[in-house]
């Protein structure tokens, strides 16, 4: 059974930052590219970042570029999100997320979710 189990979220001020970790099973974490996504009190999912299988490639959405750094550990079975610098705009609730192939644009498996509120 694949589970993908979000961690590291919590209340944070303006210009602060956490890192947010995804641990995953049930599959070969390594053939797989992963993702983050985002959902806002009242909005719709947002992309913000993604790493093929490897590690070796990433991407960010405009809005959290320069800011975010997405990272994985393919020994440990582990996703992560450094957020750094983060503004009120940050707070939602992130989801990691698995791609079916190494790279892409389909999710099959999505985590529970962690909330992370920047708030002063």
């Known amino acids: 059974e694949v589970q993908l189990v979000e961690s590291g979220g919590g209340l944070v001020q303006p210009g602060g930052s956490l890192r947010l970790s995804c641990a995953a099973s049930g599959f070969t974490f390594s053939s797989n590219g992963m993702s983050w996504v985002r959902q806002a009190p009242g909005k719709g999912l947002e992309w913000v970042s993604a790493?093929?299988?490897?590690?070796?490639?990433?991407s960010y959405a405009d809005s959290v570029k320069g800011r975010f750094t997405i990272s994985r550990d393919n020994a440990k079975n582990t996703l992560y999100l450094q957020m750094n610098s983060l503004k009120p705009e940050d707070t939602a609730v992130y989801y990691c997320?698995?791609?079916?192939?190494?790279?892409?644009?389909?999710?099959?498996?999505w985590g529970q979710g962690t909330q992370v509120t920047v708030s002063s």
């Open positions: 997320a698995k791609y079916l192939g190494s790279w892409g644009t389909q999710f099959d498996y």
């Open positions: 790493i093929n299988s490897g590690g070796g490639s990433t």
